[in-house]
């Protein structure tokens, strides 16, 4: 069976997603009917070179073959010796039976290029998990409920690896990745129109999320280093422009900035003792003082000082405007 890749003694943290309805417990996806698959055992048909089984995935196919349905009576008795004392044999049974379950929910997922095998062991963590929450009074067939948390745990998969740049950082955003298409299909079989108000109001989170999300599911990355073509050289990096600045633009702006600076100098010389106070600590200032407490050190009201602050800036204006005629540039 294949297995986890992280550690054993790591904490396995449940999706976050919403508990499997009763519509999709009674309509379980159909259980998978593996192609047979050559017998390891014996060699390959005269004639061939062939080894078989010539992949993991083959021969991991043949392995879960040999393991028969369960039935229903077969199910619950090896339910009830695993509650009732914790049987590690009865879990093992129901596990094994149930890997094709894995097998078909993969399969759903093998258009975003993620590796197989790789989805098929994900879906057996979940299948573990099932094992765990799994209710047989419940009066449904343990494959109906594992497909559900098989599903999930693919998912989480994808959400955490499969992309660069990930999709679902926040706990809004993970429910909106496990349940946006299934709450839209949903409400289509309802009779209602899936807008983003009503998606959000049934996810309780808000439309912004369910319009980024919507855009996020619908792309998948590109390889920067991708080919342009089959007979072109070059990569999509080549071809893709530069969100800077032309360096012209760039050698522009910083000459205009060294004026400015210069004209503030000269400028700050022109100004009486209070003044430049004004301009240094309240105009110019990261952390600008406040006009009632420049008003109490100078003895004015806070209304004389917004107005000085108002006639500095106004001459600022004016002195650096008769010399750098882009000064407004300087503003954006």
Do not use: C
């Amino acid at each position: 069976m294949a297995t986890h890749k992280d550690d054993p003694e790591d904490e396995i943290l449940e999706p976050e997603v919403l508990g499997p309805s009763d519509e999709e417990l009674n309509n379980p996806p159909p259980v998978v009917e593996l192609s047979p698959a050559p017998d390891p055992d014996h060699s390959a048909p005269a004639g061939t070179t062939a080894v078989v089984p010539v992949t993991a995935l083959q021969q991991y196919l043949a392995e879960i073959r040999r393991y028969p349905y369960l039935s229903k009576e077969e199910e619950l008795r090896l339910f009830q010796e695993y509650h009732a004392h914790g049987s590690r044999e009865a879990a093992v049974k129901l596990i094994m039976a149930n890997l094709r379950v894995s097998v078909a929910i993969a399969s759903e997922y093998l258009h975003t290029g993620a590796d197989h095998m790789d989805l098929i062991q994900e879906g057996n963590v979940g299948l573990m998990q099932a094992i765990k929450k799994f209710d047989p009074a419940k009066n449904v067939r343990f494959y109906a409920y594992a497909a559900w948390w098989s599903r999930a745990y693919i998912l989480r998969y994808l959400l955490n690896t499969f992309r660069l740049v990930k999709i679902g950082t926040t706990q809004d955003q993970r429910k909106l990745f496990y349940n946006l298409k299934k709450e839209k299909a949903k409400l289509e079989r309802e009779g209602f129109a899936p807008d983003t108000k009503l998606l959000a109001d049934r996810l309780n989170v808000r439309e912004r999320d369910v319009i980024e999300m919507d855009a996020r599911l619908g792309n998948w990355e590109l390889s920067l280093d991708q080919p342009i073509g089959e007979n072109q050289d070059g990569s999509l990096l080549d071809i893709i422009p530069s969100q800077q600045k032309p360096a012209d633009e760039q050698l522009a702006d910083q000459q205009l900035r060294t004026l400015f600076r210069t004209k503030l100098a000269e400028f700050i010389k022109t100004l009486e003792e209070r003044d430049e106070d004004i301009l240094r600590n309240r105009i110019l200032s990261e952390d600008p003082l406040t006009l009632d407490d420049l008003g109490g050190k100078y003895g004015i009201t806070k209304e004389r000082t917004r107005q000085l602050e108002a006639r500095i800036i106004k001459r600022l204006r004016d002195y650096i405007k008769k010399d750098v005629k882009d000064f407004d540039q300087l503003r954006t």
